[in-house]
């Protein structure tokens, strides 16, 4: 958001944090609205380098998404993001789990053209995590 491209991060987390309470009375816990919110906090709080915040969050979002059979298209972003959080905590074999679920999920999906950059940079990520955990 604004605040965050300002380096406003205190003034972002509170927007983000009303915001969310306010969907949160409208909204499912697993409306795309309310995971994007989510998302965006976790993003702002792995640019504050708050890692344990991040990852408990999105650990919440996922199962919440799982749970109620959510957008399997979010739940691959939300994914995607658990494994670049893990690989950038060096916790890489981790993140290669988690890769291979995504990959998993995008390789079930009837239509995998929309997803053709997002596999290339994935194969990219799989080799780094696969690399750093000495299985290379």
Do not use: M, W
């Not at 697993?30 to 969050?57: G, K």
């Amino acid at each position: 958001g604004l605040y965050q491209a300002q380096g406003k991060l205190a003034e972002a987390e509170s927007y983000f944090k009303q915001s969310l309470a306010i969907r949160l009375k409208k909204l499912a816990p697993s409306h795309p609205d309310v995971v994007s919110l989510q998302n965006n906090l976790v993003a702002l709080y792995i640019a504050q380098s708050r890692y344990s915040e991040a990852e408990q969050l999105l650990k919440d979002v996922i199962d919440t998404v799982r749970k109620n059979n959510g957008n399997i298209q979010q739940l691959i972003n939300l994914l995607e993001n658990y494994a670049s959080l893990l690989q950038s905590t060096n916790r890489n074999q981790e993140a290669e789990k988690v890769i291979n679920e995504y990959l998993t999920l995008i390789c079930s999906l009837p239509d995998q053209k929309q997803f053709s950059q997002r596999l290339a940079d994935l194969q990219r990520n799989y080799c780094r995590a696969y690399s750093a955990s000495g299985k290379l």
